[in-house]
């Protein structure tokens, strides 16, 4: 006999052998009156199985048995004659450990009328019981209900786990810039005091301590910032933003990054741009992080701003792109790119700088405020990087 | 010179931003909880407040709720400092009555700006 052909299930209550009734099986050579007695009996039984030899030879179902031997012709013709003229000779035939699930499977594969004529189930190849396809779907449904509920209970805990994950890196980047403040801020004022004293040697290393400081804090804020827009909890304040007052703001604060590299600022605006009904301060930090990116890759290059407003027969789209001239990408490492704590590869930040968590984060800012950032490279070239948010509420400069 | 009353329960944050302070020409007091804060403004009358949030005894929300209740020394300035970057901190210090807000560490620039626009004068 068949035994369990998938993974033995762990759970013994969705196997087959909870569903076994376990009727006494009629001998091959008993006769059919035998058998309509005995399932006259037993009203829950939805049939027998016929052994010979210890083995599972055959099956009588109730409907079919009781069909042919209820009219008394057919009954006298019937009762004295052996069972295994009117049984199934190839029953369906599972092992007890065989479960729910795959049992469905089998029956609606292998013996679809074993949905109405019931089964046979075994135990290590010995006869256990019969079954019906009626409490093979009670099974069925049971499980999924089961299982209903153990998800629901699963996402409870995993929702839970997230939250008390979200309060405690709120909590420790709380507890981490205390001190990182006092850090930051000694370092300023003995730079501000050795100013004032003439004492520039000790310049270099006050800047460094502050620096670092200040890289730390960015990594903080990072993950503080993916951690609250994954907890759901990042706020949205939309305003209307003219827009060609955030791009002057936006070029006064990159003009020093494109300046540490000797690079070129380009701004171009459309001229008919307005206001857009949008988070400024995400957008601002978005596109600053962009920016950022673009001047820190870029050395003695231009680096664009490009704004531009798309109406394609549908709602207007505002388009802030990026482009820098640096070093590009390969596919696989723009494959890479949004994830957190992922530069294009290792040896980047390194050389670079930076925390690998502003494109990510770019990225989530993006999405919240109902639009994308995208980028196209080319290795060598440089990369242009696109965020588009959806305008309903674009006007237009006149 | 302006007076400027600087409420701050951790030590080395009110030396660090009051010694900055002094530096640009300001004169400085402190408070090192809610409470004192409000009995500081009713007694000195600052030109301004830079307010904690995260503060003992009474929170600087609470210790804003109560400044700006008092007809007497409402119309005093209060710059609501914290380190908490949460979601709804800022509303909720407006909300209390702060006239602005900003976060901690102190980009020292950008607040001597939000206090200039605030100080009479």
Known sequence: MQGPSGQAPVDEAATAGRLAVKAAPLGAASNCDAAFLQLQGLPACPGLAVIADGQVVGYVDRLSLLGKLADPVRHALYEKRPVALLMDREPLVVDAATGIDELAERLVTEKPAALLSGFVITRDGVYDGVASGLDLMRASVDLARDRAVELDRARAVADAANQTKSDFLANMSHELRTPLNAIIGYAQILQEDAADEGNDQILPDLRKIEGAGKHLLGLINGILDLSKIEAGRMEIVLEPVWIPDLVAELETLAAPLAAANHDRLEVTIAEDIGSLETDVTKLKQSLLNLLSNACKFTKDGPVRLAVRWLADGGEPVVEFEVADSGIGMTPEQMGRLFQPFTQADASTSRQFGGTGLGLAITRRLCRLLGGDVTVTSTPGAGSVFTIRLPAPGLTKAS | ?121
């Not at chain 2, 302006?2 to 300001?26: A, K, T």
């Not at chain 2, 500081?40 to 609470?62: K, T, Y």
């Open chain 2, 1 to 121: 010179m302006p007076r400027i009353l600087l409420v701050e329960d951790n030590p080395d944050n009110r030396d660090m931003l009051s010694r900055r302070l002094v530096r640009r020409g300001f004169e400085m007091s402190f408070a090192a909880d809610g409470a004192e804060a409000i009995d500081r403004v009713r007694g000195e009358r600052p030109d301004l407040v830079l307010m904690d949030l995260s503060l003992p005894v009474i929170d600087g929300w609470e210790a804003t709720r109560r400044i700006k209740a008092d007809p007497a020394i409402r119309h005093i300035p209060v710059v609501a400092l914290t380190a908490h970057a949460m979601a709804g901190d800022r509303a909720r210090a407006l909300e209390a009555g702060c006239d602005d807000y900003d976060t901690k560490p102190v980009d020292l620039e950008r607040l001597l700006a939000k206090m200039a626009a605030l100080l009479p004068g």
